[in-house]
């Protein structure tokens, strides 16, 4: 951000929320199952993170790994200790904190009492006490551990809940209390982020935890990185000041929303409420997400070459909170008969629909990897070097590198490096969920924004450099879409 730049938000003296829909409008007219497709965008700015008049906004749960399978080796729970110990030491005072102890059972090291502690220096030592005196024995039950959070945390009227889970194992004995069950029970009522440390965890469980909870998943290799990881995250949790946002989708008749989904920074699922258009996100700091938005179709008896609006979007605060909201924009469709126009992709979905197919490739190594075939797992990565390279992702490109030798790049030519292990794709799971925005820059490839010009390129459109990151952005944006940079008025 350029010095003496007032951030959004910042001029008006409150939150401001923008939103913007990049699609490509064009969907062939003959019949079968059209579908629309584009990419939301929407930005929080202007929060400042600094506690809420009213109370404390967070109320935070640390549920701790403590199954026997945490004894060896002796570093690990030394690990989750100092990483719980670095968390508490990062809660301001006044708000609602519990240490949750986890193995087949849950229970409450800290506090003592019915409901959860209040920070302050006194309630901050004892808590660091109980976690430094926490032993590990017993099994996994990481449904209990969730449930109980939940009734811990429905008891305070914070209005961001929080749960920071970390294991080192698998959910071995789900029948006591199934996963699926609470998560149901639990969707909703907090978010949360888990964590994969040691090497029997399984990735694809985490985010199944964290896509329902609207959470990410993450892992550290050395345990000692663990607590500083926590300190991030933590730092990252205290500037969120906006509890939930609604992202709205009226459709028009003749169409449907077939769902909505955040694709970044992470992947969570979205359900509406009640059947509505209405989907609810959590917890909003100074922050840009982004949704794919799908769309059915039906062209019978619709104009031909003309924009229609299928549908609109609006961004709204539940019972009206003091957040300046961007106005409705139009998701629209041009019915048209020029197979030149209707076989386009908007850059943007397109980019996003690659990470999909690069995270189901990942999937599948993982398994041929378990299941000792190795020919199908190469294959597999060589895959995902393939998609990583056409988006541009140097980031997934270098954990790739972990696993395989790049032989060629373009062409996905890989060789399995004779010491990759289990948890090594456990690793490159967690990691493929945290999503990239766009190609690197200089790759050529650029995104566009808007809706599609007759004859213009898929996703086209000027672009010009961000001052503040040089990466390419469409020149009619309001913020750039790889850093949030916030652009000056543009004639």
């Not at 009227?157 to 609470?182: C, F, S, Y």
């Not at 449907?256 to 009640?274: C, G, H, I, N, S």
């Not at 469709?333 to 126009?341: F, I, S, Y």
Request: hydrophobic residues 35%.
């Amino acid at each position: 951000m350029e010095t003496g730049t007032p951030r959004t938000g910042e001029a008006a003296g409150q939150v401001a929320a923008e939103l913007e829909i990049s699609q490509w409008k064009y969907l062939p007219s003959e019949a079968g199952d059209p579908q629309m497709h584009a990419i939301l965008s929407v930005r929080v700015d202007g929060t400042g993170g600094d506690g809420h008049p009213g109370g404390p906004l967070l109320a935070q749960v640390l549920a701790m790994d403590c199954s026997s399978s945490m004894t060896w080796p002796v570093e690990k729970l030394h690990a989750a200790q100092q990483a719980a110990v670095a968390a508490i030491r990062k809660l301001p005072d006044g708000t609602p904190f519990a240490v949750v102890r986890g193995n087949e059972q849950a229970a409450v090291v800290y506090p003592d009492t019915p409901r959860m502690a209040r920070a302050s220096a006194r309630t901050r030592a004892r808590a660091e006490r109980a976690v430094r005196e926490t032993v590990a024995g017993g099994g996994t039950c990481i449904g209990a551990w969730l449930d109980l959070s939940r009734r811990l945390l429905t008891e305070q009227d914070a209005p961001i809940g929080h749960v920071l889970l970390l294991t080192d194992g698998k959910n071995q004995h789900d029948e006591q209390m199934p996963l699926d069950r609470v998560l149901e029970e639990c969707a909703g009522r907090f978010v949360c982020d888990a964590w994969g440390i040691g090497d029997g965890w399984d990735g694809r469980e985490l985010l199944r935890i964290t896509s329902r909870l609207h959470g990410s998943a993450s892992s550290v290799r050395e345990e000692e990185a663990l607590p500083g990881e926590y300190e991030q995250l933590m730092n990252r949790l205290l500037t969120k000041t906006v509890p939930e946002l609604v992202v709205s989708v009226t459709a028009m008749p003749g169409c449907t929303v077939r769902y909505l989904k955040q694709v970044f920074p992470t992947e969570a699922e979205l359900t509406a409420e009640d059947g509505t258009g209405r989907f609810v996100t959590r917890a909003w700091g100074d922050e840009t997400r982004r949704y794919q938005l799908c769309l059915a179709a039906d062209p019978t008896g619709r104009p031909r070459r003309e924009d229609l609006q299928l549908a609109v979007v609006a961004v709204d605060v539940p019972g009206g909170g003091e957040v300046r909201l961007p106005p409705p924009q139009p998701c629209l469709v041009h019915w048209t008969d020029d197979p030149a126009l209707s076989r386009h992709t908007d850059a943007q979905v397109e980019h996003f629909e690659q990470h999909q197919r690069l995270g189901e490739a990942v999937a599948a190594a993982t398994d041929a990897h378990r299941r000792g075939q190795r020919d199908l797992a190469e294959q597999q990565l060589g895959r995902a070097v393939r998609l990583a390279h056409a988006m541009g992702a140097d980031e997934q490109l270098a954990r790739l590198a972990r696993l395989v030798r790049i032989e060629d790049v373009p062409s996905g030519r890989v060789a399995l490096r004779p010491e990759v292990t289990a948890v090594d794709f456990q690793h490159l799971i967690t990691a493929s969920s945290h999503s990239t925005y766009g190609p690197a820059s200089g790759t050529g490839t650029g995104l566009g924004t808007g809706s599609g010009a007759a004859g213009g390129a898929p996703g086209g459109g000027a672009m010009v450099p961000c001052p503040a990151c040089s990466r390419n952005a469409p020149a009619a944006a309001r913020f750039c879409p790889a850093c949030g940079h916030r652009f000056e008025a543009r004639p």
